[in-house]
């Protein structure tokens, strides 16, 4: 069964420093990896998403960071602020144009 | 209204009723997705439209769960015969199509199975 495995679970970190949350998928047919943001009450929002021909994305204090050879890709968040406390969802692209999700991390900033 | 509409967003049902829950994609978006999310999980595909093809059902969790699409836009959700396992958020997405992301989600209904 395709899966993508998301770690950490849960995460704190205090205003300004760097969050990182971590995706392991298994499967070889894939082209899109999106990370997605979701706030309570709320669905999940496109945050930032990359393709296999590069191995790094930026937008503003989040990056995508890819390794296609070990089958990982990580989110990093920097100079992390309280409004980033949320859920935080990878997930990749199969075959079958279907995307399979990560179980989620609940990200919590600390003033 | 510019993205996805969900409706009900909240919906309290007894054990054995039948739900109806709704979803208005954006317009123009040929792929509609429906997702069940359970208390702090992750996102269950179920059910994806994609035009007028036949849909991809392969995460429905049973019988009791259907879906249909009319005229290429507004989605129905129906689960009979509900049950206490039922109980979730139930979010819907859209896309222009299945290879065109991301896909925009709606802000779900909660059902809850008394």
């Known amino acids: 069964q395709q899966q993508v495995k998301q770690s950490p679970q849960s995460l704190i970190v205090q205003k300004g420093g760097i969050s990182i949350i971590n995706c392991a998928y298994e499967n070889t047919a894939f082209d899109y990896f999106p990370w997605y943001q979701q706030f309570p009450g709320k669905g999940p929002a496109l945050l930032i998403a990359?393709?296999?021909d590069v191995s790094e994305k930026k937008e503003g204090r989040f990056t995508i960071s890819f390794n296609k050879s070990a089958k990982q890709f990580s989110l990093h968040i920097m100079d992390s602020q309280p409004g980033d406390s949320a859920t935080y969802f990878c997930?990749?692209?199969?075959?079958?144009?279907?995307?399979?999700w990560g179980a989620g991390t609940k990200l919590i900033i600390k003033p | 209204g510019a993205g996805v509409s969900q409706s009900p967003s909240n919906k309290v049902t007894e054990k054995g009723k039948d739900v109806e829950l709704r979803c208005d994609p954006i317009s123009g978006h040929t792929a509609l997705y429906w997702y069940r999310q359970s208390l702090g999980q992750g996102l269950e595909f179920l059910i994806y439209f994609q035009g007028n093809s036949a849909p991809d059902k392969s995460g429905l969790p049973s019988d009791r769960f259907s879906a249909e699409r009319t005229g290429g836009s507004v989605s129905t959700l129906t689960i009979q015969r509900t049950q206490q396992e039922d109980s979730a958020v139930y979010l819907c997405a859209s896309s222009r199509d299945r290879n065109n992301q991301p896909q925009h989600f709606g802000d779900g209904t909660r059902l809850s199975i008394l």
């Open positions: 990359i393709r296999p």
């Open positions: 997930a990749y692209m199969d075959s079958n144009y279907q995307l399979i």
